[in-house]
C-alpha cells in the first residue's frame, strides 16, 4: 500500500524530500507541480504531501522539541532562504544588479547565521542531541550560501555552522545529494555585461578631395543630433492625449472617473493595449522583492515615456506571487516601445482587445488595483503595484 504522494517543483527542498524517501525506503511517488489536486491544496503551493501521518525520530521526543524543529523550519523558509536569493540573485544575474540590494541582504544574513553559529556552539544539532527534520531543512537551505556566498574567509570565522552543515550532509539522508559538493573559494562577484561592438562596415577607398581650408579657432564644431525614438515617425496623436490621461488617472478616482474617460478617448487605431507577464515568476519569492523588480523595469523604459503608459501589479503572496501589467502602447506594435530595456525579453507580450469584455474587464483591474487579477482562471489578491508615467 502507497504511504503517499507528495507534489513538488525542482528546488533545493525537493533535493531533501528524495533524500527522505531513499533512506527510510518509503513507498512514496514524487510528482510534478502541474498534477497537484486544487481542491485539497486550493493555494496551489508546493512542496504538498497527501498521505497518513506517521511519528518520526525526526520530529523530536517531546512537543517542546516539536516546537523548536518548527521554528527553524519557519526561520529557513521565510527568512534566510529569501534574504540569500536577494544577495546572490543580482550577483548571478538572475534579477537585475541592484548594490545596496545585495549589501543589506549581505547584512541581514549576518545576523540570522550568527543566532545559528552561536546555538552550535553549544550543541551539536539544531534541536538537542540528536538529528531532527531542522538540521536537514536547515541545512539544505544553507546550501545556496555554501553554492554563491561562503568563501574560505566566511567558513573560517563560521567554523560551528561548518561543522554542523558537514556532519548533516553526510548523514546517509543527504549523502548521495552532496557526495560530490566542492565548497567555493570565494563569494561569486558580479560581472556586468559587455556591452556588444558593432562591426563597422570596411572604408570604401576613396579619390582625394581638394583641402578644404581649415576652421577658425573660434569655431565651435556643431553637435551631433540625438537619434530619434523609432515611435516618433507616427507623429502625434490625433485623438488621444497620452499626456492628458496621465494627468487624469493621478489626480481623480479610478474607478468613477479616470477609467470612464480612457474609454472615452481611447483610440485603437493609433494605439494599443498590451498585456505583459513576467516569463519567471517561479523564482520570485517576497512581494515586495517582486515589487521592486517591476519599479527596474519601468525605469528602463524611460526612453519610451512619450509613447507609454503602463500599470503594473504584483499579485499573490510570498514564495507564490507573479507579476503582470497592462500597457497603453502608441501604435499596433510593442517591441518598438520595449526593446529600450535591456531585460524586455524577460516579459511576455499579448495584445488585449478591449472590446471583449474579459480584456476590458483585465485592463480596468490592473489599472484600478482595487480588486483581485483573474490568472489562468483563478482570482489572485493585488499585493502590489506600480505605474509607468
Given at each position: ?10 528546488s ?9 524517501i ?10 510534478a507541480?502541474?498534477d497537484?489536486?486544487k ?7 508546493v512542496?504538498?504531501?497527501?498521505g ?8 523530536g ?5 516539536y ?11 521565510s527568512?534566510?532562504?529569501?534574504t ?20 543589506d ?31 536537514l531543512?536547515?541545512?539544505?537551505i544553507?546550501?545556496?550560501g ?21 556532519t ?18 570565494a ?14 562596415a ?9 583641402a ?21 515617425a ?11 490621461w ?6 481623480e ?9 480612457f ?27 517582486s515589487?521592486?523588480?517591476v519599479?527596474?523595469?519601468?525605469n ?11 500599470s ?7 514564495n507564490?506571487n ?48 482595487d ?19
Open positions: 500500500m502507497s504511504q503517499g504522494t507528495i507534489y513538488g517543483s525542482p533545493i527542498r525537493v533535493v531533501l524530500l528524495k533524500g527522505l531513499k533512506h527510510y525506503k518509503l513507498d512514496i511517488t514524487v510528482e507541480k502541474d497537484l489536486n481542491d485539497i491544496f486550493p493555494l496551489g503551493k512542496p504538498a504531501f497527501v497518513p501521518k506517521e511519528n518520526s525520530p525526526l520530529l521526543k517531546t512537543k517542546e522539541d516546537a523548536q524543529i518548527i521554528r527553524y523550519l519557519s526561520l529557513a523558509n527568512e534566510l532562504l529569501p540569500l536569493f536577494n544577495a546572490f540573485g543580482p550577483l548571478t544575474g538572475r534579477v537585475p544588479y541592484n548594490k545596496k540590494q545585495v549589501s541582504a549581505t547584512v541581514a544574513i549576518e545576523k540570522i547565521v550568527a543566532t545559528l553559529e552561536s546555538r552550535l556552539n553549544d550543541y551539536t544539532y539544531l534541536v538537542g542531541e540528536r538529528l531532527s527534520l531542522a538540521d531543512f536547515v541545512a539544505t544553507a546550501t545556496r555554501f553554492d554563491h556566498l561562503w568563501g574560505k574567509e566566511w567558513r573560517s570565522a563560521h567554523p560551528n555552522i561548518v561543522r554542523w552543515w558537514k548533516v550532509t553526510s548523514n546517509s539522508i543527504l549523502a548521495d545529494q552532496y557526495s560530490d559538493y566542492k565548497f567555493r573559494d563569494p561569486v562577484e558580479f560581472v556586468p555585461p559587455k556591452k556588444e561592438k558593432k562591426e563597422q570596411p572604408k570604401k577607398e576613396q579619390a582625394p578631395k581638394a578644404k581650408p581649415a576652421p577658425e579657432a573660434t569655431q565651435e564644431e556643431a553637435p551631433k543630433p540625438k537619434p530619434k525614438h523609432p515611435l516618433e507616427l507623429g502625434k496623436s490625433t485623438k488621444f492625449n497620452l499626456d492628458e496621465k494627468r487624469v488617472y493621478s489626480n478616482e479610478t474607478r468613477e472617473t479616470a477609467l470612464p474617460w474609454w472615452e478617448h481611447y483610440d485603437p487605431t493609433e494605439w494599443s493595449l498590451w498585456r505583459v507577464d513576467y516569463k519567471y515568476n517561479d523564482e520570485l519569492t517576497l512581494p515586495f522583492m515589487n521592486n523588480l519599479g527596474g523595469f519601468f528602463r523604459l524611460s526612453a519610451s515615456t512619450k509613447y507609454l503608459f503602463g503594473g501589479v504584483v499579485y499573490g503572496e510570498t507564490n507573479g507579476i503582470v501589467a497592462v500597457f497603453v502602447v502608441r501604435g499596433d506594435k510593442h517591441e518598438p516601445a520595449f526593446d529600450v530595456a535591456p531585460d524586455w525579453e524577460s516579459y511576455a507580450f499579448q495584445q488585449l482587445d478591449p472590446t471583449k469584455p474579459e480584456d476590458k474587464e483585465f485592463v480596468e483591474d490592473v489599472f484600478a488595483w480588486k483581485p487579477v483573474t490568472i489562468n482562471g483563478e482570482k489572485r489578491e493585488v499585493a502590489d503595484g506600480k505605474n509607468f508615467k
